[in-house]
Each structure stands twice: as structure tokens, then as C-alpha cells.
């Protein structure tokens, strides 16, 4: 699986500004709406570490 499901989208947020994430299918990664952090997505797991 290299997407994200709907559901997760739906509840996850930025861990550094807690702003909404927009999710990039092409580049699998998630970017924050607010402070613009950029999050990969590793085997359908965003990795929200900073």
C-alpha cells in the first residue's frame, strides 16, 4: 500500500502547528497547511516525526 486511507486523512493533523495536512498522491507525502512542514508517507505510514 503506498496511499493513505481517507479515514487517517480525516483525523491526523500537523504535530508541530496542529493545522491541517493536504495530501500529495504523486509525491506520497503529506504537506501542513499552516507552517508548510512536508511529511513522507512510507508504506502507506505518514511519518510525522520532527
Do not use: F, H
Given at each position: 500500500?503506498?496511499?493513505?486511507?481517507?479515514?487517517?486523512l480525516?483525523?491526523?493533523?500537523?504535530?508541530?502547528?496542529?493545522?491541517?495536512?493536504?495530501?500529495?498522491?504523486?509525491?506520497?507525502?503529506?504537506?501542513?497547511?499552516?507552517?508548510?512542514?512536508?511529511y513522507?508517507?512510507?508504506?502507506?505510514?505518514?511519518?510525522?516525526?520532527?
Amino acid at each position: 500500500m503506498t496511499g493513505i486511507s481517507e479515514r487517517l486523512l480525516s483525523i491526523i493533523c500537523c504535530p508541530a502547528c496542529k493545522s491541517d495536512l493536504d495530501y500529495d498522491k504523486k509525491n506520497s507525502r503529506l504537506s501542513c497547511k499552516g507552517c508548510k512542514k512536508v511529511y513522507e508517507i512510507k508504506d502507506g505510514i505518514p511519518v510525522l516525526l520532527t
